[in-house]
């Protein structure tokens, strides 16, 4: 089943791999001392070293290598003790030294897992093929200037991970699915941010499609794509143009593409650019790098509680359901919000409420889970303050909106507006009494037989109580009255 | 008294801790060498007279205060390829032009922490690629030496380090700092009467020193003697965590081992080191070191090193690739000389085209084909493969000897001219220098004798890698035997 294309000539699987640039959080490049903040003046953050002044030699990060295995480990991936780093050489204005330092051959991280859950509630193993460490180039800024191009050098020389997926895609929901767990992961890590706005992480989407049962046909790369929404959509876009042209008698040019937000298809790159010959060999001004595997044991055993575990957990202690614990352990932030919520708590409230009311209210609020609009104490607080009959569920929801608007705790928003429930008996009978002298004709409805006209009644009485009558009490003075 | 220009090193130090005379006095007599001969032998790209005397000056207060260091206010020649802040530094490369570098390289930075005055920066073949100097673009240099019978003859002193060499041999510096990539010290130094050391792989930091092949550069000293040699090497030499190959080892006392004699070594003869075509004035002398060894108290041995055949075609794979990787930094984006053009390829191939001169562009072209997608596997692999054969040679005939002696170069000097009509003839005169930079063990060039037309000829030692001090044991030895006392036609006060 799954996804596919329906073509003039028969249906069409899409296969995608993906190679996934992750800036690796770390306060140095991978080869220099040179800060690597986000934003800051142009070439302000460029050592002789990323300048490839003469006589400038590389020396490797320690820090970058840390967590380029921690990712490795992440990723359930074979660390290997030894790997190498090779130069790839290529004339750019921003690329420095004429080559850029990687891992060709032999990679730092082998392969991995990543396991993906889709929407109807499948899993998808997708392999990782490979992690490997480079450096991420300069940037040139074409816009700056009529007829010059600027070069700013921060990028240049930051400390890059790649990672590599086998083409074990087979859609765009795959696709987003895969690069939305890795940038969890990596986030979980705290190797990289997973800022693809910033370009902080980044795509290349490899792409061909096939009949069923056939060998993999011609691919097309689609590169430097910035959000998981882009990579869905240059999915899409890329398999239907593909089935195009084979279904027009052409052929797909293996090449490398961009892929056109604005317009929603893929075009190609100038063919100048992909006519390269990088012409790899061994960096001689680096030794290999060896690991100690007692190291690795102990980054391995310094790991923070990752995604998939964190979700069984969130299954297993809180009872909560496969989706919802999915939806809570996405960002680790939500995760830490949701745990303190629940903490004492009824867990399944908790998690209503926080991928109910309070996600809606941080979409609304343009709100982030770091600063949320209301605080998981807070939001803890109103869960008690139903669990102890204050207030009843209905109540609850217009507090939790004074509490995005104000910012109050609950209890004091219930104090100031009288919101307390009312639990006095006499008050429910009264109330009762009153719609049910006022509503003989339903009650004769409900009284032969039309059962379901007793929401009514239940609605009638709450209204009649601004809503503060305790729902049980109503509940049971209601059925002695109509009975 | 000798002139101050022709002491040693050792004779200068202790001059200047007598107060015999001053730091300024050696090297104001440095510097009028170089103002009288310079202009001949063009050994001087860059002469910092200013900087000179301002270093003499502050030697003179460190040894009034009594604070003598190894090499307090002696007067050194630096090879431009040593980046020295705020002095200009060319490679030999047209395309470096007015590069100022705001950085000093760890090698030179060690000589001036140990005292030293730096007279000026040295010609060299373009980016170190030669072995006459014709190949620089500041100029040839002159070796000070004369053939007997062809005093009109202008020699060449050898290369790449040949501004350095020439400038140690003629007096105008009482040692100088060189690189050896395939036999850069040690042919000048063969060819110019000096020592030449090249030392392990390793021992001396490359940081700062612009890049010909990073696997095969070594940087390392030229001298008179032996002992000033091993003076200079234990200033340059130590671990820089800047350079990730350098070695992290101590540095032993290189002046001390040169003292330790030979007697009870095993010398090793490598077979394939007999050359056809060998000059018989070069066996001769290579048979009489042998016998000032054995007559030390050393056992020669005959060895094999089955590889050595394959080394020169090894290094002018791995050295070109290298460099043709190396030398892409110079683009005219963001230093040296820029030639604009309509767009950014045009800029590069201008600029390049414009900046560097056959030998490079040659190399250049060499590396970037054996790096190139389908010739990799043939090439430069193999290449690769055939460099660890010839390490384990030496790995293997160092299990059973101690040093190994061969000649330094297949001829003495040669004239302005000579050899340039087939670049391969050029590459021969590193046929017995390559391996030893293949491998990354140490060797030393010492002057041994005098070939018919009176100019010098060099025995090499080979050692273990980081034995140094075997090598300047034995250098020493030969040195004390040959009792070399030539002097070059042309030299400061001469």
């Known amino acids: 089943m799954g996804y596919a294309i329906e073509g003039t000539t028969g249906t069409w699987e899409v296969v995608v791999g993906l190679e996934v640039h992750a800036q690796v959080i770390s306060n140095a490049k991978l080869f220099s001392g040179s800060a690597t903040a986000f934003g800051a003046e142009p070439n302000s953050q460029v050592s002789f070293v990323d300048a490839a002044f003469p006589g400038m030699l590389p020396v490797i990060n320690r820090e970058c290598v840390r967590q380029a295995v921690r990712t490795g480990l992440g990723l359930n991936a074979h660390i290997n003790v030894v790997s190498h780093f090779d130069r790839k050489n290529y004339f750019y204005a921003d690329l420095p030294s004429g080559y850029q330092i990687s891992q060709y051959q032999h990679p730092v991280v082998g392969a991995g897992?990543?396991?993906?859950?889709?929407?109807?509630?499948s899993t998808k193993q997708i392999g990782v093929t490979r992690l490997h460490l480079e450096q991420d180039a300069g940037k040139s800024l074409h816009d700056q200037h009529p007829t010059k191009s600027f070069i700013d050098l921060n990028r240049a020389g930051v400390a890059l991970m790649e990672i590599v997926s086998e083409p074990d895609i087979r859609s765009p929901e795959e696709a987003g699915a895969y690069v939305r767990k890795l940038r969890s992961i990596l986030r979980y890590l705290g190797t990289c941010d997973g800022n693809m706005e910033e370009g902080s992480m980044r795509a290349d989407v490899n792409v061909s499609v096939r009949k069923h049962g056939e060998p993999y046909r011609t691919r097309c790369e689609i590169k430097n794509v910035n959000s998981v929404r882009f990579v869905m959509q240059a999915v899409e876009a890329e398999a239907q143009r593909q089935v195009e042209v084979w279904e027009a008698g052409g052929t797909v040019q293996q090449e490398t593409r961009l892929f056109d937000s604005a317009r929603g298809v893929t075009r190609p790159m100038r063919s100048k650019e992909d006519a390269h010959d990088y012409r790899y060999f061994p960096d001689p001004d680096l030794l290999p790098l060896v690991l100690d595997e007692a190291w690795i044991e102990e980054l391995r055993l310094a790991l923070p509680e990752l995604p998939d575990t964190k979700q069984a957990r969130f299954m297993r202690d809180y009872g909560l359901t496969a989706y919802d614990a999915g939806v809570l352990i996405a960002e680790k932030e939500t995760a830490a919000f949701f745990e303190t919520v629940a903490k004492g708590r009824d867990a399944k409230t908790a998690a209503n409420w926080v991928t109910g009311d309070f996600f809606a209210a941080l979409n609304r609020t343009g709100g982030s889970i770091?600063?949320?609009?209301?605080?998981?104490?807070?939001?803890?607080?109103?869960?008690?303050?139903?669990?102890?009959?204050?207030?009843?569920?209905?109540?609850?929801?217009?507090?939790?909106?004074?509490?995005?608007?104000?910012?109050?705790?609950?209890?004091?928003?219930?104090?100031?507006?009288?919101?307390?429930?009312?639990?006095?008996?006499?008050?429910?009978?009264?109330?009762?009494?009153?719609?049910?002298?006022?509503?003989?004709?339903?009650?004769?409805?409900?009284k032969s037989g039309k059962d379901k006209l007793f929401g009514f009644f239940v609605g009638q009485t709450m209204k009649a109580m601004a809503g503060k009558g305790n729902p049980a009490l109503i509940n049971e003075a209601l059925k002695k009255a109509l009975s | 008294m000798t002139q101050l220009t022709d002491l040693t090193i050792v004779q200068a130090r202790d001059g200047l801790r007598e107060k015999d005379f001053s730091a300024v006095d050696l090297t104001l007599a440095h510097l009028n060498g170089i103002e009288a001969l310079n202009p001949r032998l063009n050994a001087f790209i860059t002469v910092s007279h200013s900087q000179a005397l301002d270093q003499a000056r502050a030697a003179d207060k460190a040894l009034a205060a009594g604070e003598q260091r190894a090499l307090t206010g002696?007067?050194?020649?630096?090879?431009?390829?040593?980046?020295?802040?705020?002095?200009?530094?060319?490679?030999?490369?047209?395309?470096?032009?007015?590069?100022?570098?705001?950085?000093?390289?760890?090698?030179?930075?060690n000589l001036l922490r140990d005292g030293a005055v730096f007279l000026g920066k040295t010609n060299l073949d373009e980016f170190a690629m030669g072995s006459s100097n014709m190949t620089s673009a500041y100029g040839p240099v002159e070796n000070p030496w004369k053939r007997r019978q062809d005093a009109n003859a202008v020699l060449v002193p050898g290369g790449s380090s040949g501004g350095s060499a020439a400038a140690v041999a003629a007096r105008l510096a009482m040692g100088a700092t060189g690189t050896d990539t395939g036999g850069s010290i040690r042919q000048p130094a063969s060819f110019c009467g000096l020592v030449g050391v090249k030392p392990s792989y390793g021992r001396c930091s490359r940081w700062g020193v612009v890049a010909f092949a990073s696997s095969l550069d070594h940087p390392g000293p030229f001298a008179r003697t032996v002992r000033d040699g091993a003076i200079l090497l234990g200033s340059m030499a130590g671990h820089d965590p800047k350079d990730s190959t350098s070695a992290d080892m101590p540095v032993p006392d290189y002046e001390a081992a040169c003292a330790r004699g030979v007697k009870g070594l095993r010398i090793g003869v490598p077979l394939e080191y007999r050359m056809d075509g060998m000059p018989g004035e070069i066996e001769?002398?290579?048979?009489?070191?042998?016998?000032?060894?054995?007559?030390?108290?050393?056992?020669?041995?005959?060895?094999?090193?089955?590889?050595?055949?394959?080394?020169?075609?090894?290094y002018y794979i791995v050295a070109p690739a290298e460099a043709s990787s190396n030398l892409?930094?110079?683009?005219?984006?963001?230093?040296?000389?820029?030639?604009?053009?309509?767009?950014?390829?045009?800029?590069?191939?201008?600029?390049?085209?414009?900046?560097?001169?056959?030998?490079?562009?040659r190399r250049i072209m060499i590396g970037t084909y054996v790096l190139s997608a389908g010739y990799y596997d043939a090439y430069y692999l193999r290449a690769q493969k055939i460099r660890a054969?010839?390490?384990?040679?030496?790995?293997?005939?160092?299990?059973?000897?101690?040093?190994?002696?061969?000649?330094?170069?297949?001829?003495?000097?040669?004239a302005q001219g000579e050899n340039m009509d087939d670049p391969i003839k050029m590459y021969l005169n590193d046929v017995f220098t390559v391996p030893a930079d293949l491998a990354g063990v140490p060797a030393i060039s010492i002057p041994a004798g005098l070939d018919v037309n009176g100019l010098p000829l060099g025995l090499q030692v080979i050692g273990k890698v980081f034995d140094e001090e075997t090598v300047f044991a034995v250098a020493a030895e030969v040195e004390r035997a040959a009792g070399f006392t030539a002097l070059p036609a042309i030299r400061a006060g001469g």
């Open chain 1, 113 to 121: 897992v990543v396991e993906v859950q889709l929407s109807d509630g």
């Open chain 2, 389 to 414: 054969l010839i390490l384990k040679d030496f790995t293997d005939v160092f299990a059973n000897v101690d040093a190994l002696l061969t000649p330094t170069a297949p001829s003495a000097a040669f």
């Open chain 1, 370 to 446: 770091e600063n949320p609009p209301v605080s998981a104490q807070n939001l803890g607080k109103l869960l008690d303050l139903m669990a102890d009959n204050t207030i009843n569920g209905r109540i609850a929801k217009n507090v939790f909106e004074a509490m995005v608007e104000t910012g109050k705790d609950p209890a004091s928003i219930v104090d100031e507006n009288g919101l307390r429930q009312v639990t006095d008996t006499s008050a429910i009978d009264d109330a009762v009494a009153r719609i049910v002298a006022a509503n003989q004709d339903k009650v004769a409805e409900y």
């Open chain 2, 328 to 361: 892409a930094r110079y683009d005219g984006v963001r230093f040296g000389l820029r030639h604009d053009g309509e767009d950014l390829r045009d800029l590069y191939e201008r600029t390049r085209a414009e900046g560097f001169g056959p030998e490079v562009r």
């Open chain 2, 74 to 109: 002696i007067p050194l020649a630096i090879k431009d390829l040593f980046c020295t802040a705020g002095v200009r530094t060319t490679a030999g490369s047209k395309i470096l032009g007015p590069f100022v570098p705001p950085y000093e390289s760890s090698v030179t930075a």
């Open chain 2, 284 to 314: 001769a002398l290579w048979r009489q070191g042998l016998d000032w060894l054995r007559s030390a108290g050393a056992e020669i041995v005959d060895v094999s090193l089955p590889h050595t055949k394959y080394g020169l075609a090894t």
